[in-house]
């Protein structure tokens, strides 16, 4: 029987009085690459810094391979996260540094490795993203998909048991974004990693996710395999899925009726 | 009350909480400190970014500060024919009081706003939280070396300044307006002394980098993530090191004798 890498019980986040996230039950096996999917806006990023440990919760527990997340002090949640890589949605290198050295700063920090051993890893890593040349390049000189690659060779490099990734495939070009979904599922499978993706992108995560869970209205709203998820009559999954614009999902932020804004309230 | 309390807010408590937040965030930077290999190194770096790439402009100005004080003073000194006397007026001006303050001010200028533009858009852009979620510190590994650097750098760099003003002060003095060599420099040696007057401006200048570096990393750290607030943030640093140092230089005059 394989076991859960993340196990979310009956979570629920506040900011101030807005309900971000409500009653979310998640479970993400070993090994697998799991998506989140919904509407921009609906909590998802939220989701992310709650699993890493960024965010703290206002209900439920977020268990990752056994350990509660949210009772972590500092100390444990580094230790923590250290055995995990994440991949935010802008790639997040570190300006000042080269491509090299921001591959190999998670080893230099965590790992007591020989300089030689260092340049072999990071070398094998961007080669496995196919910019082992761009090794001596600063990241303004890196168009936004490679950037993205780098990132990815970065937040792999320390061979984590866990990858988060926060929209990876936004703003890419199709060429790009086919290179980095197989890039993902070889180095989840490769590596026997497990992999929780962060997007809206459907047609992609057909492709890429073993198992979805949809979130509409602060809620998850559905869940299955890509396949059971197109035959799923619930309203908001069938609206997210197939893009339709009627539908549970507003399309205006809340807000209080159109004359009272237009003609005043008396 | 409530109408009392409001009114008192932003005068008071408001400064008063930022005050016990900076205090909090220099002991969250001290109890990081370490005599590692890394940290030593990244220092140096910061030293060589922060301090070095300021030094021309702190020679040139301390350059021209001693010249404007020996102008000033030798036009005043001359009549009552005290001219003799513009080499003590120099290095007491330039040893306890301008020295340190214009070093600071000009380093809060030059290099606390680039600290503060330089911590505020990594937060702006992803780096600081990325290197969180990476398990590394971002107050050791971005903040806490800028800060020792800024720290470090400002008394030698008061030093070059105050080198820098008793040249161009006899420069103007013995080369421009005939003064003695051997009175401009003998009167400032009889009337400098090593503790109340030398050492003062040490003291300050301990404490002014202190100021300028932790209001810098601060207002870097805190910066509201966008391009007004990092720009915010930039103006902030110099306008709060500004004040701070004033503050504490009225306060360190008072207080040591």
């Known amino acids: ?266 | 009350m409530q109408a009392v309390i409001s009114f008192m807010e932003p005068l008071f408590v408001a400064p008063i909480r930022r005050f016990g937040r900076g205090f909090l965030f220099l002991i969250r930077l001290l109890v990081r400190i370490r005599c590692s290999y890394r940290q030593i190194s990244a220092v140096l770096t910061q030293i060589h970014s922060i301090g070095t790439r300021s030094l021309l402009l702190i020679m040139v100005s301390g350059f021209f500060v001693g010249m404007v004080l020996s102008l000033q003073g030798y036009r005043e000194l001359a009549q009552f024919g005290a001219t003799d006397a513009v080499g003590a007026i120099l290095g007491l001006s330039l040893f306890r009081e301008l020295g340190p303050v214009l070093t600071a001010l000009l380093f809060a200028g030059r290099a606390g706003t680039s600290i503060t533009a330089e911590i505020g858009l990594m937060k702006a852009t992803d780096q600081l939280m990325a290197m969180d979620l990476m398990a590394i510190d971002p107050l050791t590994r971005v903040v806490l070396p800028r800060f020792m650097a800024g720290v470090l750098s400002l008394p030698v760099l008061t030093a070059v300044f105050n080198m820098m003003g008793l040249i161009g002060g006899s420069f103007y003095a013995v080369n421009i307006m005939g003064v003695d060599s051997g009175i401009f420099w003998g009167n400032m040696q009889a009337h400098i002394d090593l503790h109340a007057d030398f050492m003062v401006g040490v003291y300050k200048s301990v404490m002014f980098g202190l100021l300028v570096s932790l209001t810098a990393v601060y207002t870097g750290f805190y910066a509201v993530p966008t391009g007004s607030g990092v720009g915010r943030a930039t103006t902030q640093t110099v306008v709060v090191s500004a004040v701070l140092m004033l503050v504490f230089d009225f306060i360190m005059t008072s207080l040591i004798k």
């Open chain 1, 1 to 266: 029987m394989v076991s859960n890498a993340i196990k979310i019980k009956g979570l629920g986040f506040k900011r101030g009085s807005k309900t971000i996230l409500e009653d979310i039950n998640i479970e993400v096996p070993e090994g697998s690459m799991v998506a989140i999917m919904g509407p921009s806006g609906v909590g998802k990023t939220t989701l992310l810094q709650l699993i890493s440990g960024q965010l703290m919760p206002n209900a439920g527990t977020i268990e990752v391979y056994g350990q509660c997340v949210s009772t972590m002090r500092h100390r444990a949640l580094y230790k923590f996260r250290s055995n995990l890589g994440v991949l935010l949605q802008n790639g997040a290198l570190f300006t000042d540094l080269s491509v090299y050295e921001n591959v190999a700063i998670p080893l230099r920090e965590h790992a007591d490795l020989p300089e030689v051993l260092i340049r072999r890893l990071v070398l094998s890593k961007l080669h496995s993203v196919g910019l082992r040349r761009a090794v001596g390049l600063m990241p303004s000189e890196l168009s936004g998909g490679m950037a993205r690659r780098v990132a990815l060779a970065r937040a792999v490099v320390l061979d984590p048991k866990l990858v988060l990734y926060d929209e990876p495939l936004t703003g890419l070009d199709p060429i790009t974004v086919s290179t980095l979904i197989r890039l993902m599922r070889d180095t989840n499978d490769a590596l026997n990693m497990t992999s929780l993706i962060v997007t809206h992108d459907v047609d992609e995560m057909q492709k890429l996710a073993d198992y979805c869970y949809i979130m509409a209205g602060s809620r998850i709203v559905g869940e299955g395999t890509p396949e059971e998820l197109l035959r799923d009559e619930n309203e908001s999954v069938k609206q997210f899925v197939n893009g339709l614009v009627d539908g549970p999902v507003p399309f205006h932020y809340e807000a209080t009726e159109l004359h009272e804004d237009y003609l005043g309230q008396g």
